[in-house]
């Protein structure tokens, strides 16, 4: 599929920023990326399960995902306190599919974060819905597939 360069340095920025948002905890921000219909999505135990029959890790609406924000800010979060420090590589930017104004994204991630706990290094797989709008991208759906997702996760207390 031949893409816009613009386009792809757009979504490339988008996904940069996001990942800048969720490293220094600026959820506040990182919340006013999503659209009002948005859905944010971690699978447990496999790529692709039914999240209305099976379990996931994550699988908020944008209420939810507001509500979850108001949680890491209350500081009652205890696996989060300290906050834990992270720093994640994003890479294999790659726009599936545009649709109009959506945008269908893959890209993976690495995620390390070091907590009181020890260090641990998430390793995902990525899909985004983006939308444009006035203001520019916004993101309409979020899955992220860990690569260990079929393992004991301990601990999942910031945002992937």
Same mark, same amino acid.
């Given at each position: 599929? !031949? *893409?816009?360069?613009?386009?792809?340095?757009?979504?490339? +920025?988008?996904?940069?920023?996001? /990942?800048? %948002?969720?490293?220094?905890? /600026?959820?506040?921000? $990182?919340?006013? %990326? $999503?659209?009002?219909?948005?859905?944010? $999505? =971690?699978?447990?135990?496999?790529?692709?399960?039914?999240? +209305?029959?099976?379990?996931?890790?994550?699988?908020?609406?944008?209420?939810? =995902?507001?509500?979850?924000?108001?949680? !890491?800010?209350?500081?009652?979060?205890?696996?989060?306190?300290?906050?834990?420090?992270?720093?994640? =590589? *994003?890479?294999?930017?790659?726009?599936?599919?545009?649709?109009?104004?959506?945008?269908? *994204?893959?890209?993976? /991630?690495?995620?390390?974060?070091?907590?009181?706990?020890?260090?641990? *290094? $998430?390793?995902?797989?990525?899909?985004?819905?983006?939308?444009?709008?006035?203001?520019?991208?916004?993101? /309409?759906?979020?899955?992220?597939?860990?690569?260990?997702?079929?393992?004991?996760?301990?601990?999942?207390?910031?945002?992937?």
């Amino acid at each position: 599929m !031949l *893409v816009d360069y613009d386009l792809r340095e757009q979504v490339s +920025e988008f996904i940069y920023r996001e /990942a800048r %948002l969720q490293d220094t905890h /600026a959820y506040d921000d $990182w919340e006013a %990326l $999503w659209t009002d219909d948005a859905l944010y $999505w =971690i699978p447990a135990n496999g790529d692709d399960p039914d999240p +209305e029959r099976e379990m996931s890790i994550i699988y908020d609406n944008r209420s939810r =995902i507001a509500l979850r924000i108001k949680q !890491l800010h209350t500081g009652k979060r205890h696996t989060q306190t300290p906050r834990s420090r992270l720093g994640r =590589i *994003v890479s294999n930017i790659e726009i599936a599919e545009c649709d109009g104004d959506d945008i269908h *994204v893959r890209a993976n /991630a690495m995620v390390f974060e070091s907590n009181l706990r020890g260090e641990t *290094v $998430w390793a995902t797989r990525n899909e985004y819905l983006l939308r444009k709008d006035c203001d520019g991208l916004r993101m /309409a759906r979020k899955k992220v597939v860990l690569v260990n997702n079929d393992k004991p996760i301990y601990t999942l207390s910031f945002l992937i």
